[in-house]
């Protein structure tokens, strides 16, 4: 055994750090619970407000819903983390953070309060309207308008932890920038850089980054304006001009490079799903490998199996030789996970008549397979392939954290060099929301489609 593999296998550092990691894992924990119960709460009021008979509420309401649930994860922290404090503090005048703990509440109940929002509508519609009509004759109310607004809870003040020191973007140190949204005139560099750390490194990509955790470099930047920045006062059109839409190739180059890896860490999915649902059903002595893989595929974090594939994968295997191909590799190996209990539950759907009745014709396996079992294994799970895709796309936005050039990527890219993040980072969003929702939208009307025509109980 070589010795870089020996030290690769070394696992004395997760006794040595075990302080450092059992606090991130109560951390985890603290941060999984708050936001299921945000999450909760939110996603009941929206489905209150998608079943109410006034249509602002249930405008309200479905809006809340798409916005969430077509939002990528990442993508809504980092909004939420440092655009959501300049926002209101443009409102309220003053200069506010977020600790990194409330802004992952926030983030990720947001996200899947959507999801629950779905959730609970559909248990609200599956009540029969006989109970809500006995409810009225009992002289009960039914306003969800009401109900909703009887149960809303109180809010509370997260307060930081004494001693934390949160991680803020740099412009947040300007005391000028609520007021005149003034930017600082070069892109700071990286103090204390720990090379050794792989994450930390890829993180902050060599010194030109968006997560900054010096306050006394935000001071050297106050009083400075950058020429070809002008002072705003607040959230312009002009703004816009000179963020966004001037600086649209860059945005379409990273586009198209999130299109590029979706597109092959999809196709790299179905392949690695069929051959893995394959030797689960047909092949008995490797069936315990591929259950294995598909739970390991499943239950492990796109993050962790992101920097797994990028700074392990090199060291076991010798490849891949570079982020971009260890970006769809390890989106492709999470989706191929879930691909392949999809297959698995449409071949096993198809009769097994069917089967017996191609081989008493005197098909072959592989041509009963090819030609009776898959074709009708594509038609029934073709809409939830491409609801896998959607996922993908979602995914896809932590490959800049391994320095993909992607659309997330350039985007922080411009952050580091304009110090405003309002606009780009709401424009990135937007972006990703849109394309979630193009993508999410064909694929209910392929599931319709299938459905009418071929009459296919398919569900996405």
Same mark, same amino acid.
């Given at each position: 055994?070589?010795?870089?593999?020996?030290?690769?296998?070394?696992?004395?550092?997760?006794?040595?750090?075990?302080?450092?990691?059992?606090?991130?894992?109560?951390?985890?924990?603290?941060?999984?619970?708050?936001?299921?119960?945000?999450?909760?709460?939110?996603?009941?009021?929206?489905?209150?407000?998608?079943?109410?008979?006034?249509?602002?509420?249930?405008?309200?309401?479905?809006?809340?819903?798409?916005?969430?649930?077509?939002?990528?994860?990442?993508?809504?922290?980092?909004?939420?983390?440092?655009?959501?404090?300049?926002?209101?503090?443009?409102?309220?005048?003053?200069?506010?953070?977020?600790?990194?703990?409330?802004?992952?509440?926030?983030?990720?109940?947001?996200?899947?309060?959507?999801?629950?929002?779905?959730?609970?509508?559909?248990?609200?519609?599956?009540?029969?309207?006989?109970?809500?009509?006995?409810?009225?004759?009992?002289?009960?109310?039914?306003?969800?308008?009401?109900?909703?607004?009887?149960?809303?809870?109180?809010?509370?003040?997260?307060?930081?932890?004494?001693?934390?020191?949160?991680?803020?973007?740099?412009?947040?140190?300007?005391?000028?920038?609520?007021?005149?949204?003034?930017?600082?005139?070069?892109?700071?560099?990286?103090?204390?850089?720990?090379?050794?750390?792989?994450?930390?490194?890829?993180?902050?990509?060599?010194?030109?980054?968006?997560?900054?955790?010096?306050?006394?470099?935000?001071?050297?930047?106050?009083?400075?304006?950058?020429?070809?920045?002008?002072?705003?006062?607040?959230?312009?059109?002009?703004?816009?001009?000179?963020?966004?839409?001037?600086?649209?190739?860059?945005?379409?180059?990273?586009?198209?490079?999130?299109?590029?890896?979706?597109?092959?860490?999809?196709?790299?999915?179905?392949?690695?799903? =069929?051959?893995?649902?394959?030797? +689960? %059903?047909?092949?008995?002595?490797?069936? &315990? !490998?591929? *259950? $294995?893989?598909?739970?390991?595929?499943?239950?492990?974090?796109?993050?962790?199996?992101?920097?797994?594939?990028?700074?392990?994968?090199?060291?076991?295997?010798?490849?891949?030789?570079?982020?971009?191909?260890?970006?769809?590799?390890?989106?492709?190996?999470?989706?191929?996970?879930?691909?392949?209990?999809?297959?698995?539950?449409?071949?096993?759907?198809?009769?097994?008549?069917?089967?017996?009745?191609?081989?008493?014709?005197?098909?072959?396996?592989?041509?009963?397979?090819?030609?009776?079992?898959?074709?009708?294994?594509?038609?029934?799970?073709?809409?939830?392939?491409?609801?896998?895709?959607?996922?993908?796309?979602?995914?896809?936005?932590?490959?800049?954290?391994?320095?993909?050039?992607? =659309?997330?990527?350039?985007?922080? +890219? %411009?952050?580091?060099?304009?110090?405003? &993040? !309002?606009? *780009? $980072?709401?424009?990135?969003?937007?972006?990703?929301?849109?394309?979630?929702?193009?993508?999410?939208?064909?694929?209910?009307?392929?599931?319709?489609?299938?459905?009418?025509?071929?009459?296919?109980?398919?569900?996405?």
């Amino acid at each position: 055994m070589s010795e870089s593999l020996k030290q690769a296998l070394d696992l004395s550092l997760f006794w040595e750090y075990r302080a450092i990691l059992l606090q991130g894992l109560v951390f985890n924990a603290l941060v999984f619970l708050c936001g299921a119960v945000l999450a909760v709460s939110a996603g009941l009021g929206a489905a209150l407000m998608r079943v109410n008979r006034f249509f602002p509420m249930r405008l309200i309401g479905t809006l809340h819903v798409e916005l969430f649930r077509n939002a990528p994860d990442y993508v809504m922290l980092v909004w939420v983390h440092f655009v959501l404090p300049l926002l209101i503090g443009l409102l309220i005048r003053r200069r506010i953070e977020f600790h990194p703990f409330v802004s992952s509440v926030i983030a990720l109940g947001l996200i899947y309060s959507g999801y629950f929002a779905e959730t609970f509508r559909a248990g609200i519609e599956a009540i029969p309207r006989g109970n809500l009509d006995a409810a009225r004759g009992f002289g009960m109310s039914v306003r969800t308008a009401d109900f909703a607004a009887h149960h809303a809870a109180p809010s509370h003040p997260w307060h930081a932890a004494r001693g934390a020191q949160p991680i803020r973007l740099a412009i947040q140190g300007d005391n000028h920038r609520v007021a005149d949204r003034g930017a600082g005139p070069d892109v700071c560099g990286l103090d204390g850089h720990p090379a050794g750390d792989a994450s930390l490194t890829a993180l902050y990509r060599g010194g030109a980054h968006v997560f900054f955790p010096h306050p006394d470099a935000l001071k050297r930047r106050a009083g400075f304006q950058r020429a070809l920045a002008p002072q705003d006062p607040g959230v312009t059109m002009d703004n816009w001009e000179r963020l966004v839409w001037n600086q649209r190739d860059a945005l379409i180059a990273g586009f198209a490079v999130t299109v590029e890896v979706c597109v092959i860490a999809f196709f790299a999915a179905i392949i690695g799903g =069929l051959v893995l649902c394959v030797v +689960r %059903l047909y092949i008995a002595p490797l069936r &315990p !490998i591929a *259950i $294995l893989l598909i739970e390991f595929f499943r239950d492990t974090p796109i993050f962790v199996q992101l920097m797994w594939v990028s700074y392990v994968w090199p060291e076991l295997f010798g490849f891949p030789g570079s982020f971009f191909s260890a970006g769809w590799i390890a989106l492709g190996l999470q989706s191929s996970g879930y691909l392949a209990e999809t297959f698995r539950t449409g071949i096993e759907g198809v009769p097994r008549g069917q089967r017996e009745a191609a081989f008493s014709a005197g098909m072959s396996p592989a041509q009963t397979f090819s030609r009776i079992v898959m074709p009708q294994v594509v038609l029934a799970t073709a809409p939830s392939i491409v609801n896998q895709f959607t996922v993908i796309v979602k995914s896809s936005t932590l490959v800049s954290v391994i320095t993909v050039p992607d =659309l997330m990527s350039q985007s922080q +890219r %411009l952050v580091n060099i304009w110090y405003e &993040p !309002i606009e *780009i $980072l709401t424009a990135t969003a937007g972006i990703y929301i849109l394309f979630v929702f193009l993508v999410s939208s064909a694929g209910k009307r392929l599931a319709d489609h299938l459905r009418q025509r071929y009459g296919l109980a398919t569900t996405f």
